[in-house]
Each structure stands twice: as C-alpha cells, then as structure tokens.
C-alpha cells in the first residue's frame, strides 16, 4: 500500500468512527423518546423531539436525523417537547420543552438540560436504567412549574410564570 492510499484509509477510517459516533447518539436520542413516552403513558404524538439549532430551529420534527445539531462546542444540541392537555385528548394545551445537549465518550454518554439543569452520565452498554432518572427528573419539574406559576406570577409578580390563560 503506497503513503497516499494509507492516508485515503486513515480518512475512511475517520468517517466510519464520525458515522458510528452519530448513530449512537441518534440511537440514545430514540431511546429517550420512546422511554419517556412509555414512562408517561402517553401516545408518540405527545412527546416529540424539536430542533434547538441549524434550519429547523424551534420546530418539531419527526426523529434524532432533524432534531440533533452538532455544536461547536463537541456536544449534540437538541430539544425535547411533551404537550400537556388539561383533559386527555382535548383541547388546549400547553406544550413543555426541555433543550438538551450530549455527548458520547467511550463507555458512557453525557447528557444535560441546559442551560441550568443537572447533567446525566448514561451507560453506554445498558442506558436503560439510567434514563430513567432523566424521565423522573422531566416529570418532576413539569409538575413543580404548574404548581409554582400561579403563585410566582400573581403573589411574587414573575412575569416568566405567566400562563395564556
């Protein structure tokens, strides 16, 4: 093998290596999703991904390929949205996002709720287990900004807790 086909190798090689990388965290990304949707009980059309970045900036799309923007910063930006109805199957709602960025390294994953929210180390081998803290943690903070915004906006007078209604 002359220099220059081992260098064509070394890039095919690199590609390969960016390629994986990708499909592991489209993967966990999926597994996020359909995690949480079953830990809410709730249809896939409730629970979507929306893309925090890139062309598709604040808009819901249908899997990881759309939502997932590789930042400058080595991790994946992207968001997650649960829409919320005061009865089950009517109308309105309220729809919750959560920005979320990640990054895979060898045995584990890195995963924040950004811009303050906790970070998750999820195994790579068996993130199943793991992930379950992040739905726990969704949850909980869904339900503590609904109890938190009557009294935050008209006692306290936070104009972030306004709901439209």
């Given at each position: 093998?002359?220099?220059?086909?081992?260098?064509?190798?070394?890039?095919?090689?690199?590609?390969?290596?960016?390629?994986?990388?990708?499909?592991?965290?489209?993967?966990?990304t999926g597994?996020?999703?359909d995690g949480?949707?079953?830990?809410?009980?709730?249809?896939?059309?409730?629970?979507?991904?929306?893309?925090?970045?890139?062309?598709?900036?604040?808009?819901?799309?249908?899997?990881?390929?759309?939502?997932?923007?590789?930042?400058?910063?080595?991790?994946?930006?992207?968001?997650?949205?649960?829409?919320?109805?005061?009865?089950?199957?009517?109308?309105?709602?309220?729809?919750?996002?959560?920005?979320?960025?990640?990054?895979?390294?060898?045995?584990?994953?890195?995963?924040?709720?950004?811009?303050?929210?906790?970070?998750?180390?999820?195994?790579a081998a068996?993130?199943?287990?793991?992930?379950?803290?992040?739905?726990?943690?969704?949850?909980?903070?869904?339900?503590?900004?609904?109890?938190?915004?009557?009294?935050?906006?008209?006692?306290?007078?936070?104009?972030?807790?306004?709901?439209?209604?």
């Amino acid at each position: 093998m002359s220099r220059y086909e081992t260098l064509c190798a070394a890039l095919r090689d690199l590609r390969e290596k960016y390629g994986q990388h990708r499909v592991d965290c489209y993967t966990l990304t999926g597994q996020l999703i359909d995690g949480l949707r079953e830990f809410l009980g709730v249809d896939e059309d409730l629970v979507s991904f929306f893309a925090t970045q890139g062309n598709w900036q604040g808009k819901k799309v249908d899997g990881p390929a759309g939502a997932l923007n590789l930042g400058d910063d080595t991790f994946w930006h992207f968001g997650v949205s649960i829409d919320v109805m005061e009865e089950v199957d009517q109308m309105p709602c309220h729809t919750i996002g959560f920005e979320f960025r990640l990054k895979r390294l060898p045995d584990h994953y890195l995963l924040a709720i950004i811009p303050d929210g906790p970070q998750f180390q999820i195994s790579a081998a068996s993130p199943e287990a793991d992930l379950r803290a992040v739905y726990e943690h969704l949850y909980q903070s869904s339900l503590k900004r609904y109890g938190e915004a009557y009294r935050g906006y008209f006692v306290e007078g936070e104009p972030a807790k306004r709901f439209g209604f």
